[in-house]
Structure formats: structure tokens, C-alpha cells
């Protein structure tokens, strides 16, 4: 099939041009891509509703075509710099991604990426070198997201929409370090799943299970990893936000963590014990159906044996504003020790409002919690000088004096 480019030029100035692709079938409009901003592609994708096209950026000539856009991609060199043209794609199998960037930054609800033909292995590889993937909305049933091998490095994902019916795995990353930013992650079983990864960053980006609660969803699980930071996460709608295993060095600050099944965070020990957490300034928001032993917007669970600051956050247990949908949770804890085996955790200036029991259950000697300020009456724990109540009811148990006190609005005794 013969194709020519066709030039028209409509006015005076930078990017004046637009192209477009002739031949037997329906003429397809390329948008207003310049001459010089083609060239920067080492391919251009389209198609005109049928058929598939990556036209060479330098040379002008259509290098492959198909069907499914993953049989195109496939055919496109390593160490290419691709665009694809916004519109209505399907895949029916994996890419595998070597040193390479796509870009599609005009992705709306027309112009999406549909997995076809029941796949539900992942749709992108990134195998080895640095890789980039930006600007894609994909609609799926099962099939997995990305995943970043520990061949690949510097990876990068922006600007993303990936929405599942029936589970998987939006991005897996093993032994490698990535930037996640302004992603939308909506209907997996995990939403970002990390192993042995270290230097990672996600920011504004959205993490949901499913409105209708299964206890399958796990938002964001980190396991045996360090140097990771989430700044403006929302985690939501799981049945645990984050899961925290054996890491260190973990910074969660400025997000929104609700209405998820079970806990907000989540933070056990693993094969290691998790070292350094740091959580400040989030809003965690009515984690944790009534029925559910423990549920807490914390919990720091057995073996979890950390240094760590959980500080200024606003824990809230029964949130006015539940979605239309959503199930109206009952939040029992604020922050829940399991385990006496936690060290060196400091809780200080956090915000408790409406907790169905306890906003801190505190069962080791040797982590802290002070000024804090919230629901009462308040468990402080264990002590060995008079902490600062909160209210009439408050208790702690004094280790010096082996003796269990209470406060009457008033003084301890």
C-alpha cells in the first residue's frame, strides 16, 4: 500500500503545519505535530481505525504496521524515542522495552488502550536501560501493568491511567529504582508492588482498590527495600493501604490514606525488621471495617522492631464525607502496637478525632508517645513519669512503680 505525506501549511509561525497520512483507506489526521517535532521521534504511531502504523521520524516512510499495538512496538529498534498519536488502540499481548520512551500525552476516556483477547501477562517490560513511559490510558481485565526488571534503572512512569476489572498488578519493580508521578491507579490487587528496590519516588499520584471492599487489594507493598519517599499519595479503597515489610528508610508524608478495609499502614516485620519509617502530615481517614480485629489507621504489628517518627498526622475513625457507595467503616484504633518488640518509635503531635476504642494502643516500654491530642479516654502506655492527658478516663502504667494510673480530669491517681 502506497502512503505519501501530504504538507499543508496554515498560517506564520512555529508549528504552522499539519500532517497527514494518505492512502486507499480513510485519510488520518496526525494532529499539529511540526516537522521538527516529528523528527525528534525516532517513530510517530496511528492509525486510521484498522490498521496500525509507526511512521520513521527522520525518514517520513512507514518502517511496520499491524493490528495490535503491541506488535508494533515489538518491532520498533531498542533505544528509540517513540509518540503515539492519541486514539483508540488495542493490545492483545506484552512489550518488551529496551532503553526506550513512549510518549501519548493527550490521553482522555476516547483515547485509551484496551487488552483484548483475555492476556493477563504484563503489557510492558521494561528489561534493561533506562525507560520511560508517559501519557497512556489503559483499560484492562486482569492483565498486569509494568514491570521493571533489575536490568533496568532510572526508570520513569508519568502521567499514567491504568484501570483494571478483575485484579493484578499495576506496577512491579524488583531490585531496581523508579519515579512514579501523577499516576491513577484503579481496580488491581496490587496497585504498586516493590521487592529489593532502592532511591524511589512516587508523588501525586492515586491508588485504589474497588469501592465495593473484597479484602484482595493491597494499595502500595513495599518488602525488603530503602530510600523510598511518598509525597501526596492517596491510598484508598484497599483492603491495606500500605503494607511495609523489612524496610528502611521509608518516608510517608502529605497524603491521604482512607476508607481502606483493614489498615491504613500497615508495618511488619518480614524476613528483616523495618528500620526508619517516617510518617508525617498525612490524613488517614476511617481505615478499618468494624467487623475486623485491630483494624487502625497504624498498626505496627509483631516483630515490627524500628526506629521511627509517626508524627503530625490527622487519624480520623468515622469520616463524615464517605463516598456515595462506599462502605461506611468504623476505624477502631488510631495507632496500634501488637507487639512489645518496638523500639525507639516516637508518636508525637498527631490528631485523633472519633476512634471507635483506643486512639494508641501501646504495649512496649520502649517506644514513645507524647503530645499528642485527640479522643479520650487515652491509653498512654507505659511510662515512667506522669504523661500529658487528655481527658478524664485517661491511663498509663507507670514502670517504675510497677502500678497502673488513672487521670479524673484532674490529677493521676
Keep these: 500500500m502506497k502512503k505519501e505525506i501530504l504538507l499543508i501549511s496554515i498560517g506564520i509561525g512555529v508549528g504552522g503545519l499539519l500532517y497527514f497520512m494518505s492512502s486507499k483507506k480513510t485519510p488520518q489526521l496526525i494532529q499539529s505535530y511540526s516537522p521538527q517535532l516529528i523528527q525528534s521521534y525516532s517513530h510517530l504511531i496511528y492509525t486510521d481505525g484498522s490498521e496500525i502504523f509507526a511512521q520513521n521520524g527522520k525518514t517520513g516512510k512507514i518502517d511496520y504496521s499491524g493490528v495490535y499495538l503491541n506488535d508494533v512496538l515489538n518491532l520498533i529498534p531498542d533505544h528509540s524515542t517513540i509518540e503515539i498519536v492519541p486514539s483508540y488502540y488495542e493490545m492483545n499481548g506484552g512489550v518488551t522495552l529496551n532503553d526506550t520512551e513512549i510518549y501519548s500525552r493527550h490521553y482522555n476516556t476516547q483515547h485509551y488502550i484496551k487488552v483484548v483477547g483475555g492476556y493477563k501477562g504484563y503489557l510492558f517490560t521494561f528489561n534493561y536501560g533506562r525507560n520511560r ?8 481485565e486482569g492483565a498486569n501493568g509494568i514491570y521493571l526488571t533489575d536490568r533496568s534503572a532510572d526508570n520513569k512512569i508519568y502521567d499514567m491511567w491504568f484501570n483494571s476489572n478483575a485484579g493484578g498488578t499495576a506496577i512491579f519493580a524488583t531490585n531496581t529504582d523508579f519515579k512514579i508521578s501523577k499516576v491513577h491507579i484503579f481496580g488491581f490487587n496490587y496497585g504498586i508492588y516493590c521487592v529489593t528496590c532502592a532511591d524511589c519516588f512516587v508523588s501525586e499520584t ?12 493491597t494499595g502500595i507493598f513495599i518488602a525488603t527495600s530503602a530510600n523510598m519517599n511518598f509525597d501526596q499519595v492517596n491510598v484508598h479503597s484497599n483492603d491495606i493501604g500500605y503494607q511495609i515489610q523489612g524496610s528502611n528508610r521509608i518516608n510517608i508524608s502529605d497524603g491521604l ?20 519509617i517516617t510518617i508525617t502530615g498525612n490524613r488517614i481517614l476511617e481505615n478499618g471495617q468494624g467487623l475486623l480485629l485491630n483494624s487502625s489507621g497504624i498498626f505496627l504489628s509483631s516483630l515490627y522492631n524500628t526506629t521511627g517518627m509517626i508524627i503530625a498526622n490527622n487519624i480520623i475513625g468515622n469520616y463524615s464525607n464517605v463516598p456515595p457507595g462506599y462502605t461506611n467503616f468504623s476505624q477502631k484504633y488510631g495507632i496500634f502496637e501488637d507487639n512489645s518488640n518496638i523500639v525507639n518509635s516516637i508518636y508525637t503531635g498527631n490528631i485523633f478525632e472519633d476512634i471507635a476504642i483506643k486512639p494508641i494502643i501501646k504495649t512496649s516500654e520502649f517506644s514513645t508517645a507524647i503530645q499528642n491530642f485527640g479522643s479520650s479516654p487515652f491509653n498512654h502506655g507505659n511510662h515512667n513519669t506522669e504523661p500529658t492527658a487528655f481527658g478524664a478516663g485517661d491511663k498509663y502504667f507507670n514502670t517504675n512503680e510497677n502500678k497502673q494510673y488513672y487521670y479524673n480530669g484532674t490529677t493521676w491517681n
Design 206 to 217: 492515586k491508588v485504589g482498590g474497588t469501592k465495593e471492599y473484597t479484602g484482595s487489594q
Design 257 to 276: 490514606i482512607e476508607l481502606n478495609g483493614h489498615h491504613g499502614i500497615r508495618l511488619s516485620a518480614g524476613s528483616l525488621p523495618n528500620k526508619i
Design 133 to 140: 513511559i508517559e501519557g497512556l490510558r489503559i483499560e484492562t
